[in-house]
């Protein structure tokens, strides 16, 4: 009677094993695909399928449990067929309910969970947090990302977005901690930071109006006419993304969370010591950056221009300067006059190269018949007889 009282007390608790019910059960064998483990106070054996034994990734069965082990499991179906056990079991549901229980929890105080990417697939991030979460694209960064790849394998900070655990669904975002992140500093930042100190910062960007210094969380702008002294066309021209620079605080509007910055100002100024660098009879290298009716602006060092008026840029006559040059051209300038108070520079061009030699014009020469002098022989002194002549000779047929 003894023996029946036995094995209906076992048949009892056999049947006492419902479907959904939690129960411990301790290792007894593990095989390549399955664990077999008894029941603790029911008698009966059971199975752990691969796929019910951890809800994180793994490639041993001995990577998750050992011979010996008591874990708690919950029941998903019975098995007719009995050869290694009566029950099918899953640890890894267990597992995973706890895990949305503890999420449940964090997500109701507002607290921040933390957890490895593990997938990108289209639309977003795959996140192992005991159970599967998902990033959408949109929550993923604070800013534009075509490649969502360096994100696989990093462990990030997130916010719970949204969590449903009868239909294993968690929304989790990383821009939320980015954005609280950068309130946080741009209030710290705010909170110290004053108008025409000197600080630090590092190019994050470049548009086509200036540039965005980061400044530790906060990024102030630098206009393009904040960026040099001389004029440029695009902050490309002097700054890159990723350069260390000072620059002086010309702003901060705590309101719109702007602030104004000024990198030329911490530069020394175009005109510093000009009378040494450009000295009169100083022979500079230039580009022409203007032209007018009456001259050419030449710089010489950056953010410093001279005057090449139109009488200085050639020897020979010419009616504009763009008869001889053009803007953007390289060329060598004298120093003529400098004036650091009035900032002018006086520039001449013709001055370095040689002047022309006056042009000779040929003499036309008339023929000339040529002239033989005509010597006359010296005259016989006149007598009385020659000027009497014939006169004397009638004179003396008379006497006769």
Do not use: Y
Not at 14 to 42: C, F
Not at 184 to 203: M, R, S, Y
Request: net charge negative.
């Amino acid at each position: 009677m003894s023996e029946l009282k036995t094995m209906q007390d076992a048949l009892d608790i056999v049947k006492d094993i419902q479907i959904g019910d939690l129960v411990q059960g301790e290792v007894l064998t593990l095989q390549d695909k399955q664990a077999i483990v008894g029941i603790v106070d029911g008698g009966v054996e059971g199975v752990i399928p691969f796929n019910e034994l951890s809800a994180t990734p793994f490639e041993k069965i001995e990577d998750i449990l050992s011979v010996g082990d008591v874990v708690d499991l919950v029941v998903i179906k019975q098995i007719k067929d009995k050869e290694n056990g009566s029950f099918l079991l899953s640890k890894r549901r267990v597992d995973a309910k706890k895990v949305w229980e503890e999420i449940q929890e964090k997500f109701e105080k507002g607290e921040v969970i933390e957890a490895p990417v593990t997938a990108i697939v289209r639309g977003g991030l795959v996140v192992d947090c005991g159970v599967r979460g998902f990033v959408p694209a949109s929550m993923v960064t604070d800013h534009f990302v075509e490649d969502f790849s360096s994100f696989k394998g990093q462990t990030l900070k997130f916010k719970i977005v949204e969590i449903e655990p009868s239909e294993n669904r968690l929304i989790l975002s990383h821009r939320a901690i980015l954005e609280a992140e950068k309130a946080a500093k741009k209030e710290e930042l705010f909170a110290k930071i004053k108008e025409n100190e000197i600080v630090e910062g590092t190019v994050a960007r470049l548009t086509n109006f200036g540039a965005f210094v980061n400044l530790g969380g906060v990024d102030g702008l630098v206009h393009i006419s904040q960026i040099a002294h001389e004029h440029i066309k695009h902050a490309s021209e002097k700054l890159a993304v990723g350069d260390k620079v000072q620059a002086k605080v010309l702003s901060v509007e705590k309101e719109t969370g702007r602030i104004a910055l000024s990198i030329k100002e911490t530069l020394a100024k175009p005109w510093d010591n000009i009378e040494e660098r450009a000295h009169k009879d100083a022979i500079l290298d230039g580009v022409v950056k203007r032209l007018t009716t009456f001259g050419a602006f030449v710089e010489v060092f950056p953010g410093v221009e001279g005057l090449v008026h139109i009488s200085q840029i050639a020897h020979k006559h010419i009616a504009t300067p763009q008869e001889v040059l053009k803007e953007g051209q390289e060329v060598k300038v004298k120093v003529l006059d400098v004036n650091p108070e009035e900032q002018r520079i006086s520039l001449s061009i013709k001055a370095l190269e040689e002047a022309p030699k006056p042009e000779v014009k040929d003499v036309e020469v008339e023929e000339v018949e040529e002239v033989i002098p005509v010597v006359l022989e010296e005259e016989a002194p006149v007598t009385l007889a020659d000027r009497l002549g014939d006169k004397l000779s009638g004179l003396v047929s008379d006497d006769k």
